[in-house]
């Protein structure tokens, strides 16, 4: 197989966080997006800044979307922190693969 026939452009992904404590807390699963592939710098400052929060954030911002790709968290809005720990962990898991 040839590598050319793997490369492809990012899609936009539905990414649900469904766990108890979501559900328990705003009465419903949340759904964000992102894209299924990222830019190896991007995913390297994904990766790489897990120790220090203020730049995981930042990378965040690019990452975590709507269903039309525009960030969620810009401007002064900015996701509830153990929200925006869920969205982390469940990135990860799906950028990972």
Not at 31 to 45: A, E, G, N, S
Not at 47 to 56: E, I, L, V, Y
Request: hydrophobic share 45%.
């Amino acid at each position: 197989m040839k590598l050319v026939e793997i490369a492809k452009a990012p899609t936009l992904v539905k990414i649900t966080l469904d766990d108890d404590d979501t559900i328990q807390e705003f009465g419903q699963a949340l759904d964000f997006w992102c894209y299924d592939r990222q830019p190896l710098d991007t995913f390297m400052k994904f990766a790489g800044k897990a120790n220090d929060p203020s730049a995981m954030i930042e990378v965040v911002r690019e990452l975590i979307l709507d269903e039309d790709g525009t960030p969620v968290i810009k401007d002064d809005r900015i996701l509830p922190h153990k929200l925006m720990l869920r969205c982390i962990n469940k990135m990860m898991d799906v950028l990972g693969n």
